[in-house]
């Protein structure tokens, strides 16, 4: 408070607004660990949704890791008629890479072992592409 003018002062004032942002910043802060949380989780299910499907199509005699061909840093799964479709797989854990969605810009990354493909998620299907002409192989 000043002597002067019985006001607030300039400080006091500061301290007020900084405290009121610091508030609001700590709001959004928790709004986004549970949004982060949130998109975790979905990841982690999505990845054994995915898993589960890929075990099943494994079972029914559809082209598995025998059929993946190698390009761009990473696996392409090419079906017995030669197309190549536009999902990439770790070349370690053969697991479909997914677009990660806390970094920026966002990267293709295996879930289980972090490798992260030298190409950004929007470049997935010229990547594709590339192998496709590569492997002279379907669409
Ligand atoms: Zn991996």
């Given at each position: 408070m000043?002597?002067?003018?019985?006001?607030p002062?300039k400080?006091?004032?500061?301290?007020?607004?900084?405290?009121?942002?610091?508030?609001?910043?700590?709001?959004?802060r928790?709004e986004?660990?549970?949004?982060?949380?949130r998109?975790?989780?979905?990841?982690?299910?999505l990845t054994?949704?995915?898993?589960?499907?890929?075990?099943?199509r494994?079972?029914?005699?559809?082209?598995?890791?025998?059929?993946?061909v190698?390009?761009?840093?990473?696996?392409w799964?090419?079906?017995a008629?030669?197309?190549i479709?536009?999902?990439?797989y770790?070349p370690?854990?053969k697991l479909?890479?997914?677009?990660?969605p806390?970094g920026?810009?966002?990267?293709?990354?295996?879930?289980?072992?972090?490798?992260?493909?030298?190409?950004h998620?929007?470049?997935?299907?010229?990547?594709?592409?590339?192998?496709?002409d590569?492997?002279?192989?379907?669409?």
């Amino acid at each position: 408070m000043s002597w002067i003018t019985g006001k607030p002062d300039k400080d006091e004032n500061l301290a007020a607004e900084l405290q009121a942002r610091a508030t609001e910043l700590e709001a959004s802060r928790a709004e986004l660990k549970a949004e982060n949380s949130r998109l975790v989780k979905e990841n982690r299910e999505l990845t054994d949704r995915v898993s589960m499907m890929e075990r099943g199509r494994a079972q029914m005699g559809v082209p598995t890791a025998a059929h993946f061909v190698d390009g761009n840093g990473v696996l392409w799964q090419q079906a017995a008629d030669g197309r190549i479709e536009a999902v990439c797989y770790c070349p370690t854990c053969k697991l479909v890479m997914t677009p990660l969605p806390s970094g920026y810009p966002e990267e293709m990354v295996c879930t289980s072992c972090k490798y992260i493909a030298p190409f950004h998620p929007e470049k997935l299907a010229e990547a594709a592409q590339a192998v496709r002409d590569l492997a002279g192989g379907g669409r």
